[in-house]
């Protein structure tokens, strides 16, 4: 198990969560690394999407759901209870598994639409022109800024999400399968695009494709759900390690292929 | 640093702006039930004279007499009843019918347009049904369908009498015509929902498309398709004014469907602004809690029924 | 052999049977159109002779005097709709927010049978609470109180299909403005209600179609008028109301002016509703993609 690492930017204690009286996940403590892809595999249902939202605290806006334990960003709970999580979630930016950018936005305004207030419109033009270059999108929309969002490709679409969410300034970029509803080149182009991200944010990524962290991880954590469907964290290790000599026999059933 | 395992509520709204949002919408939506709750109160405290002096004989004394103070509904509600079955018996045969060839048999070309004129029919003011009632129907009721019934059927009590034009068989079918639609739409909707195995089954059992329809699909849509029929008789009991311009507003009870009549709701409309006595009055609002309460209860009961068929879907 | 020929004169006669049903449920479907389209030919061919400008522009004459029209009758029906419609929106769209971000448990239940409850009371019963509180009290008729009746004849509409409106915008919408860090309420109000807009967009103008040609509650809170009356504190001339008043009237000049009033009121109610139609398709576009 790995222990809590002091310094570390994001890091869980005893972490459960529930919806409503159903536990989905329980006593998850994990640290991640800085400036790093984490990588979150496990199968099907076993609670690593709701670990993630657990993270920017947007699992409570689900009915009914409580979390208990802690999340630590920059080592202050954020669960405590004088902390605003809207606060926490612009240090913290997500991408979903489906594309979600806002229908009724343009793109110039989705890519804005939580960047830093009292910016005038160069201000506001620069920012964009960032965040959309940093989610290498900038050449694709630029003579189009003003029309919808949803003429975009699929591909298109979740890089501007990704701008969206790093217009923020974000430290943390939780990212849900972000390449769960795309083909093979837009997938492509999204990892690549998390390995130049890393760079500069701490990204914790869920997956369940193995050869997917393998590629984009420098450190995977493997998630199991036990005989009661409550979602457990098995082991985190750095992912050339994690895939070859896991510590864990559960880990090595999975990664080889055994619980299909 | 340990934190015990206790579990945190969760406060949704936290910021100023989200509060002040959470309790202007809160405020909205009280203000919405204060309204319906204030329009049953207003009703109960309106009526309120008029209970205390007739007691429950309101509803079965027959006189309605301005002059001496002294009311009795049940011109009004034998009225109201009447004309709504009329048009519940026609509706619910024209509309359910019609609903059985839109969902099973009307190819497109035909069934889109037929829905979307059957659908408008809905929206044809009151006013409109009524004054086409007046000038063209109750004519014609007069000069030759009142003729050809009583000719036909003229030795049934139901069918006797002088033929005004105006009375209950014309109030009865203006009515009809107005809940059609009703009938129609939800239960061409309730049809469709029915799964196409089960369609598919009764075909394949060697059933024809008609045998299919009547036999299989219709008795297992049948809740959907009464609760339809109970929602159209919700409408028909508080229609006012279609129903005012030809009923021949006279609170008399009469055998033939010939005979004028009045209704519930033409009665307030008539006489609430010429009440000069404030007995009056509250016996004229007091038939508008009766009709509130039948009709919340025909309602409720529709609404029940269309529910458990179709999820919690809106009607 | 005779057994087959039997199965087979049987076949034909439930084929026979099937055929006659089919006949009877498409007579059935056409009577249902065919009503539309008689009261629709009578309403034109009576009523296009009423209109002209005079018909739109004038204020009514007295019996005996020819000419006039209905002027303030259309103006009135805009103050009147208006006022209704302003005061409808906030009470219905907050009330549709309310229901779709807490929607569950025993308050909201409460609250939605209660709107079910509201859209079937008869609207001369709404006419008589709106007498009761806005026009009694003050021992006179106004339009501001036929305002009042209309907006609770539009609440049940308005209410249900903003709530669905808003529902129906996909959770992964507004889960993505609230991990950016907005707050609910711009979360609310500057992505999701956006997004709903063509939705309740088309709810409003139903519930306008609705109440443009009620009659009932307008006889006891508008009362009418023969004057140009824009003052809503005061009886006000409506066009449905002069229809009704103008078709059980016994004077013929009164009776074509009526089927010129109902030409109006239907014209309109269509065009709201094909409107209602054509915003109902883009919002299915919009939220399709």
Redesign the interface.
């Known amino acids: 198990m790995t222990a809590v690492a002091g310094g570390e930017l994001l890091a869980t204690q005893d972490l459960g969560a529930y919806y409503g009286t159903r536990q989905a996940i329980a006593e998850v403590t994990i640290a991640f690394r800085r400036k790093a892809v984490t990588a979150l595999i496990g199968p099907s249902g076993c609670g690593k999407t709701t670990l993630l939202r657990c993270f920017n605290r947007i699992h409570e806006i689900s009915f009914d759901a409580r979390v208990e334990g802690s999340v630590f960003l920059d080592g202050h709970d954020i669960y405590a209870n004088d902390v605003d999580p809207m606060a926490i979630r612009r240090r913290i930016g997500m991408v979903f598994q489906r594309p979600n950018p806002f229908p009724t936005l343009s793109i110039f305004d989705n890519t804005i639409a939580c960047a830093p207030k009292g910016l005038n419109y160069q201000g506001k033009m620069e920012a964009a022109e960032r965040a959309l270059r940093s989610a290498a999108l900038w050449d694709e929309v630029k003579d189009k800024l003003r029309t919808s969002p949803l003429r975009l490709s699929g591909g298109q679409q979740q890089r501007l999400c990704i701008a969206r969410a790093v217009a923020a300034h974000p430290e943390v970029l939780l990212m849900d399968e972000p390449t769960a509803s795309l083909d093979p080149i837009a997938t492509a182009v999204i990892e690549e695009l998390m390995a130049s991200l890393c760079k500069e944010f701490t990204i914790v990524a869920v997956t369940h494709n193995m050869q997917q962290a393998a590629r984009v991880s420098s450190v995977t954590a493997f998630m199991l759900a036990d005989e009661t469907g409550v979602g457990r964290l098995i082991e985190a290790d750095a992912t050339s390690k994690l895939f070859t000599k896991p510590s864990d026999r559960r880990t090595e059933d999975y990664i080889s292929g055994r619980f299909g | 640093m340990t934190v015990g395992p206790q579990f945190r509520r969760v406060a949704r709204f936290v910021s100023p702006a989200d509060r002040g949002f959470a309790a202007v919408v809160y405020g909205g939506s009280i203000l919405f039930a204060l309204l319906i709750i204030g329009l049953f109160v207003e009703l109960v405290l309106g009526s309120w004279p008029s209970i205390i002096a007739f007691g429950p004989s309101f509803i079965w004394k027959s006189s309605w007499d301005p002059i001496t103070s002294n009311f009795g509904a049940l011109p009004m509600i034998f009225g109201t009843v009447m004309t709504s079955l009329i048009a519940i018996v026609l509706a619910a045969f024209i509309g359910i019918m019609a609903a059985v060839f839109l969902a099973d048999f009307a190819p497109q070309w035909l069934g889109q347009p037929l829905s979307f004129l059957i659908e408008l029919l809905a929206a044809v003011p009151s006013v409109v049904y009524g004054l086409w009632g007046l000038f063209v129907l109750a004519p014609f009721m007069r000069t030759t369908i009142g003729p050809a019934l009583q000719h036909v059927l003229g030795w049934v009590p139901l069918f006797s009498g002088p033929i005004y034009g105006v009375g209950l068989l014309t109030g009865g079918i203006i009515l009809a015509l107005m809940i059609v639609p009703t009938v129609t739409a939800i239960s061409r909707d309730v049809l469709v929902a029915i799964p196409r195995d089960l369609r598919e089954a009764s075909m394949a059992l060697g059933s024809t498309k008609w045998e299919t329809a009547i036999r299989v699909v219709l008795p297992a849509a049948r809740v959907g398709v009464f609760g339809a029929c109970v929602l159209a008789l919700g409408r028909a009991l508080g229609e006012t004014i279609a129903v005012t311009m030809v009923i021949g507003n006279r609170p008399e009870i009469s055998a033939s469907l010939f005979a004028p009549s009045y209704t519930l709701a033409s009665v307030i409309a008539n006489e609430f602004t010429e009440a000069t006595t404030s007995i009056y009055t509250s016996a004229l609002i007091e038939l508008g809690l009766i009709l509130f309460l039948v009709s919340m209860a025909v309602n409720a009961l529709a609404r029940f029924m269309i529910w458990s068929v179709r999820g919690s879907e809106r009607v | 052999m005779a057994q087959s020929a039997s199965r087979h004169r049987n076949l034909a006669r439930?084929?026979i049977?099937?055929?006659l049903?089919?006949g009877?449920?498409?007579?059935?479907?056409?009577?249902?159109?065919a009503?539309?389209?008689i009261?629709l030919g009578?309403?034109i061919v009576?009523g296009a002779g009423a209109l002209n400008r005079d018909f739109l522009t004038q204020l009514p004459h007295p019996v005996g005097v020819p000419g006039g029209g209905v002027g303030n009758g259309i103006l009135g029906t805009f103050i009147i709709l208006g006022i209704a419609t302003a005061m409808a929106i906030?009470?219905?769209?907050?009330?549709g927010?309310?229901?779709s971000?807490f929607g569950?448990g025993p308050i909201p239940e409460?609250?939605r049978f209660?709107?079910?409850?509201?859209?079937?009371?008869?609207?001369?019963?709404?006419g008589?609470?709106a007498?009761?509180?806005l026009v009694a009290p003050f021992k006179h008729f106004s339009a501001f109180s036929a305002s009042f009746a209309f907006m609770?004849l539009m609440?049940p509409l308005l209410?249900?299909?903003s709530e669905?409106a808003i529902r129906s915008v996909?959770q992964?919408?507004r889960?993505?403005?609230?991990?950016?860090?907005?707050?609910?309420?711009?979360a609310?109000v500057?992505?999701v209600i956006?997004?709903a807009?063509p939705a309740i967009i088309t709810a409003l103008l139903l519930a306008i179609?609705r109440v443009?040609?009620?009659?009932?509650p307008l006889?006891?809170t508008a009362?009418g008028s023969q004057f140009w009356e824009s003052n809503p504190n005061r009886p006000m001339a409506v066009l449905?109301l002069q229809?009704?008043t103008y078709?059980?009237s016994p004077y013929p000049s009164w009776?074509a002016q009526?089927?010129g009033g109902?030409l109006l009121?239907?014209g309109a109610?269509?065009v709201l509703?094909l409107g209602a139609r054509l915003m109902l398709r883009r919002a299915m576009r919009?939220l399709e993609?």
């Open positions: 439930r084929r049977v099937g055929g049903g089919v009877l449920a498409l007579l059935c479907a056409i009577i249902g159109a009503c539309l389209l009261i009578y309403v009576q906030p009470i219905g769209l907050l009330t927010i309310y229901l971000l569950r409460a609250l209660l709107s079910d409850v509201l859209s079937g009371v008869p609207s001369i019963a709404i008589l609470f007498y009761a509180v609770m609440l209410v249900r299909t669905q996909p992964t919408v889960e993505g403005a609230l991990a950016l860090g907005m707050s609910n309420f711009r609310t500057r992505i956006p997004t807009m179609a443009i040609g009620e009659t009932a006889l006891f009362f449905a229809v009704f078709a059980i009776q009526a089927w109902a009121l239907i109610v269509f509703s919009g993609a």
